[in-house]
Nanobody
Framework: QVRLVESGGGLVQPGGSLILSCAAS?????????AGWYRQAPGKGREWVAR???????NYADSVKGRFTISRDNAKNTVDLQVNSLKPEDTAVYYC?????????WGQGTQVTVSS
């Protein structure tokens, strides 16, 4: 059974940075799967943020383009998200999953709060 564990969130001031990490218990990120990061802000639905292919090609939502960077380590089964120049509207719980996501892979997520 695959288990995804996100970490690295926290409280940061506007303009700050964090590195979010996702570790998989299974080999989901070591095979030919796209990986993605998603987020859910208070009172809103979950939205896609970034994705990366097994070979390292990336795509980003317009709202984070130029500020967020997704990366992966297939050997370690990890996917990271570097989040820079954070804005209050980036406040959300951040999740990793495959792309497209599988309903049975969602983890607990990691909370990112951007506030002064």
């Amino acid at each position: 059974q695959v288990r995804l564990v996100e970490s690295g969130g926290g409280l940061v001031q506007p303009g700050g940075s964090l590195i979010l990490s996702c570790a998989a218990s299974g080999s989901i990120f070591s095979i030919n799967n796209m990986a993605g990061w998603y987020r859910q802000a208070p009172g809103k639905g979950r939205e896609w943020v970034a994705r990366i292919t097994s070979s390292g090609s990336t795509n980003y939502a317009d709202s984070v383009k130029g500020r967020f960077t997704i990366s992966r380590d297939n050997a370690k089964n990890t996917v990271d998200l570097q989040v820079n120049s954070l804005k209050p509207e980036d406040t959300a719980v951040y999740y990793c999953n495959t792309y497209p996501p599988r309903w049975d892979f969602w983890g607990q997520g990691t909370q990112v709060t951007v506030s002064s």
